[in-house]
Every structure is written in structure tokens, then in C-alpha cells.
């Protein structure tokens, strides 16, 4: 009975996506696509690491708080799926 609520095999398949991340070098932007929405990484540097630190202390205000080494679970890679929810646009990296 479980099984058959599973997805189907090409479901399952489509949400799946696998990345090389070793030609990304530290400071480098990357953009991949998942389920046609954009999914940026970027290998951050001990700075940009610091730095987001930094914010740790105001994330309890937030709408939904963590702190970066809760959404960053490997501190150099963050990783975040960009999606505009006032008009569906498409952000761009820097």
C-alpha cells in the first residue's frame, strides 16, 4: 500500500540533479537548473564566510530563521534556489 503512493520512477528521476562542483573556483558564481528553476552555488571564501557570520545574531528576526551554519552545511558551498515570488522573475548573480 505505501509503494503505491511513491512517485513514479521518471518523477523521482526528475527531481534529481547532479552537479561537478571541482571546476568552481572559491568567489565563483555557478547557475544550474532544477525542475527549470535556477539553482545558484557559489563556493564562498573565508571572507564571505565571516562575513555571513556576521548576520547570524539577526537571524531570529527573520521569516525563516537559521543561521548560516544551519543552511550551509558545508560552510564554502551556499546554495540557493532563485526564484522571484512577486513576479516570478529571475534573479541574477553578481
Known amino acids: 500500500l505505501v509503494h503505491t503512493m511513491?512517485?513514479?520512477?521518471?518523477?523521482?528521476?526528475?527531481g534529481i540533479v547532479e552537479v561537478d562542483l571541482r571546476p568552481v573556483r572559491e568567489g565563483q558564481n555557478f547557475v544550474?537548473?532544477?525542475r527549470s528553476k535556477p539553482v545558484f552555488i557559489r563556493k564562498?571564501?573565508?571572507?564571505?564566510?565571516e562575513a555571513s557570520k556576521k548576520d547570524d545574531p539577526v537571524a531570529p528576526s527573520m521569516r525563516e530563521p537559521a543561521?548560516?551554519?544551519?543552511?550551509c552545511k558545508k560552510p564554502e558551498w551556499l546554495i540557493m534556489i532563485g526564484v522571484c515570488t512577486h513576479l516570478g522573475c529571475i534573479p541574477q548573480p553578481d
Not at 543561521?67 to 543552511?71: F, H, V
Open 6 to 14: 511513491w512517485p513514479a520512477k521518471d518523477v523521482w528521476a526528475a
Open 44 to 49: 564562498r571564501t573565508p571572507d564571505m564566510i
Open 67 to 71: 543561521t548560516d551554519a544551519e543552511r
Open 32 to 34: 544550474v537548473k532544477w
